[in-house]
């Protein structure tokens, strides 16, 4: 049903990484691939997006890589995925993008879709990008797992 795009995923994949690195410590496009196993053309691009916004800064070189610059407290959850994906919506009738949709004039769900949409909108606000790359969130366990899984249920 909702799920998170991939490059979404690499990005917080990305910005844990180099949050868990001593301050201001350079992270390469290669070591996050080789380490999670990821594809290194997604994840460059991923961190291509977060440099022009300026959640992390990249240095040119021979020992270049990247470094997070801002403050993950101060940038939400929702910003972050309309960072890289674009226009957060629930169905593609909120992004303004209804090709092909035979209902587009009659539709009886687009008032509840906006409700869902704005509750969800709400929601992914409400969530810090400091709270998923903290290194230990009070509501996982200790090896980065929900607290339920890392205990074994």
Not at 106 to 112: G, R
């Amino acid at each position: 049903m909702l799920k998170v795009n991939r490059k979404v995923e690499y990005g917080l994949v990305a910005l844990r990484h180099m949050h868990a690195k001593p301050r201001g410590e350079l992270t390469s496009v290669r070591e996050i691939c080789d380490q999670y196993g990821t594809p290194f053309d997604p994840v460059a691009h991923v961190l291509r997006i977060l440099n022009g916004a300026g959640l992390v800064k990249s240095e040119q070189g021979a020992h270049g890589g990247y470094r997070l610059v801002a403050d993950m407290a101060a940038v939400n959850f929702a910003d972050f995925i309309e960072i890289i994906e674009g226009r957060l919506a629930f169905t593609d009738c909120l992004k303004g993008t209804v090709v092909g949709c035979n209902m587009r004039e009659v539709c009886n769900i687009v008032s509840p879709m906006h409700m869902v949409h704005h509750r969800l909108q709400e929601f992914l606000r409400s969530i810090t990008l400091e709270e998923l790359i903290a290194s230990r969130p009070e509501w996982m366990g200790g090896e980065g797992r929900p607290a339920a899984a890392a205990a074994g249920t």
